[in-house]
C-alpha cells in the first residue's frame, strides 16, 4: 500500500456499535433463556425502535423484516449454545474487530474465519453468514428507519471521507483514480478483510477503504490479506496513522524499449523493515503485474518515454534537467500521473543510456 488513508469519524458508525450491542447484550445472553422480545433492547432505545418497526409494524418493508428475523434466528441459535462456545465466538468477534492488530499480525489477536466457526456449529456459521454478509447493502442501511438512526454512507463518502483523503488517487495501487467531489458517484468500499472469508466486521468502518475498480473488483476480489495460503501475514493497514514511504526501484534487463516486455523488467520495493507488508500488498494487488504492464504501455512508459525526447532532447536540453524537475514534482505530488512510478522508470533509463 503506498499511503494510508485518514480515518474519519461519521454517524455511520452506529450501524457497528448496533451490532456490537446485538452481539454482547441480546446473542450471548440468549443461553439465560429469555424469549426473544423487543425489551431484549432497551439498552440501546434507536436500536430498539428499529427492531419495533422491522419487527411489529404493518407497514415494515421487506428488508428490515429479514433483518429482525436474522437476529432472532441467530438468538435462538445461541440460546443452545454452551458456556466455552460463547466465550469463543466474543473473543473472534473483538478480534475481528481490532484491524489494526489483525493486520499487524499481533499474536494476542486471532480472527476467525467462517470455517472456524463452522468447525463449532455448522448451522451457526451459516446463519451467521447469511446476516453479516447481507448487512454492507443499500437494501439495508438505505431503509428510512434504520438510514435516521445510522446516517448515509453517500454523506460518509462525500462529506467525511473526502474532506480528509484528497489525493485522489487509490493508494492500493497508486495507478486509478479514486472519484472526488466533482464526480455525482462515488468509489465502491472494499472489505480489507473481505466478509467472505470473515464474520463480524462487515460493516465496520476501519474495515471499509474506497478502492479503484481494478483493485477492488479485478485484482483483490475476495483474497485474504492476513492470511497465506500456509499461515498468517502482516498486511498494510489501510487507516494507519503512519507508514513508510513506499520505494520503488525498476531495471531494464535491455535497452532496445521497442521490444521491451514485463519479463525485461524487474522491480525493488522498499524500505526492508515492511518487506513483509510489501510482499503481501503485491501478491494481492498484483502490483508486479500492473506496474510492468503500465510500464510497456503506450500511455504509460513509453509516452513518458516520448515526452522527455521530444521534448527536451530534441530541443536541445539536457534531460538531467528534465529528471531533475520531475524528481521535484515526485516530492511534491508523488501519485499525479504515477510520478512514483515515471521517476523510477525514466531514471533507469538514464542510466541504461537510453537517454
Not at 27 to 56: N, R, T, Y
Not at 76 to 97: C, I, K, M, T
Not at 161 to 190: M, Q, V
Request: hydrophobic share 40%; net charge neutral.
Amino acid at each position: 500500500m503506498l499511503f494510508p488513508y485518514t480515518y474519519v469519524p461519521h454517524q455511520m458508525e452506529k450501524m457497528q456499535a448496533i451490532i456490537d450491542f446485538i452481539f454482547f447484550e441480546v446473542w450471548c445472553k440468549a443461553p439465560i433463556g429469555l424469549a426473544f422480545h423487543p425489551d431484549l433492547f432497551d439498552g440501546d432505545p434507536d436500536l430498539k425502535e428499529v427492531m419495533s418497526e422491522f419487527g411489529f409494524s404493518a407497514q415494515a418493508p421487506e428488508r428490515g423484516k429479514v433483518f429482525y428475523k436474522g437476529v432472532k434466528s441467530i438468538y435462538e441459535g445461541f440460546a443452545s449454545l454452551p458456556p466455552a462456545q460463547v466465550d469463543q465466538l466474543q473473543q473472534w468477534y473483538r478480534a475481528n474487530n481490532e484491524i489494526e492488530k489483525v493486520c499487524a499480525n499481533d499474536p494476542a489477536t486471532s480472527p476467525a474465519r467462517y470455517a472456524d466457526i463452522n468447525a463449532i456449529n455448522q448451522n451457526l456459521a451459516e446463519q451467521l453468514g447469511t446476516f453479516f454478509k447481507g448487512l454492507y447493502s443499500n437494501d439495508l442501511l438505505g431503509l428510512a428507519t434504520l438510514r435516521a438512526k445510522i446516517g448515509d454512507i453517500d454523506d460518509h463518502y462525500n462529506m467525511a471521507f473526502l474532506s480528509a483523503n484528497k489525493t485522489g488517487k487509490c493508494p492500493f495501487c497508486g495507478i486509478g483514480d479514486i472519484k472526488g467531489p466533482h464526480h455525482t458517484k462515488r468509489e465502491a468500499y472494499d472489505h480489507y478483510l473481505p466478509k467472505a472469508l470473515y464474520p463480524f466486521n462487515s460493516i465496520n468502518f476501519r474495515n471499509l477503504a474506497p478502492a479503484c475498480h481494478a483493485c477492488n473488483s479485478t485484482y483483490k476480489l475476495t483474497k485474504d490479506p492476513v492470511y497465506s495460503a500456509a499461515a498468517r501475514r502482516k498486511a498494510f493497514y489501510p487507516y494507519a496513522a503512519s507508514s513508510p514511504a513506499i520505494e520503488v526501484e525498476v531495471a531494464l534487463l535491455h535497452s532496445d524499449i521497442a521490444k521491451l516486455t514485463s519479463k525485461d523488467i524487474t522491480l525493488k520495493f522498499g524500505p526492508a523493515a515492511v518487506n513483509e507488508e510489501i510482499a503481501t500488498w503485491k501478491e494481492v494487488y498484483g502490483i508486479e503485474e500492473r506496474y510492468k504492464a503500465k510500464i510497456c504501455e503506450e500511455n504509460g512508459g513509453k509516452a513518458w518515454l516520448e515526452q522527455i525526447l521530444d521534448e527536451w532532447i530534441v530541443g536541445g536540453r539536457d534531460p538531467k534537467d528534465y529528471l531533475a524537475t520531475l524528481a521535484r514534482h515526485t516530492q511534491k505530488r508523488p501519485y499525479a500521473d504515477c510520478n512514483f512510478l515515471k521517476s523510477a522508470y525514466l531514471h533507469e533509463c538514464h542510466k541504461a543510456g537510453i537517454l
